[in-house]
């Protein structure tokens, strides 16, 4: 069972997803799939964080949304943790979008493992009125709606839109909790590098940290 963003298309036509399913972005998290409140951070977190995000090859700077909380200070959490440094970009699909966040991409042994990774636990879906994904949208991957019909998040994979011709018609899908405030050349640079049939990058792209800007 699988934490999945289905149905986006890249521009000119279908992308062949991993395995057998067609179209989608699957990741998931076998151990713990329920759903769970995330743990309170002791530091106060502001009520629209942001953050920059360095990888290795360049820098975007993100703001999280107020609309959102549940994810904005879950996300605030694991980037304060150092969760995120170190992880790949392990789904990436020009015209549509670039995925990360599994903590099974620090290990080059578990390549058949990534996109199965999390913190085994979920986070209530937080879908909210007039938040599209737009360009540099920030949005949870999340299992399907057969085997999550609460469309509940996963605990740490996360996606980039890239394209938002590709997937606008996943709005009220899931749960859209932040934007890419300056770096979308990023965005771009990085879904077009070449990549696996599964959408893994050859070269591999890193999140080298997350830090909130003071």
Known sequence: MG?????CHPK?????????????????EPVDTTTKTPEVTVDPIPEEPVLEMVTSMGSMKIKLYKETP??????VKLARKGYYNGLLFHRVINGFMIQAGDPF?????????????????TIPAE???????????????????????????????FYIVQDEEGCSHL???YTIFGEVTDGM????NIAKV???????PLYPINIISIKEVK
């Open 185 to 188: 050349n990023v965005i771009d």
């Open 3 to 7: 934490i999945m963003v289905t149905g």
């Open 127 to 157: 879908i909210v009125p007039g938040l599209h994904h737009k360009k540099g949208a920030i949005a949870a991957a999340r299992r399907g709606d057969s085997v999550n019909p609460e469309r509940a998040s996963s605990g740490s994979q």
């Open 171 to 173: 709005d009220g899908e």
């Open 105 to 121: 991409t620090r290990d080059t042994t578990k390549v058949e493992l990534y996109g199965s990774g999390g913190p085994n636990y």
């Open 194 to 200: 070449e990549t696996s049939a599964r959408g893994l």
């Open 70 to 75: 549940l994810h904005r200070d879950n996300f």
């Open 12 to 28: 000119g036509g279908k992308k062949q997803a991993e395995g057998a399913q067609s179209d989608s972005a699957e990741v998931v």
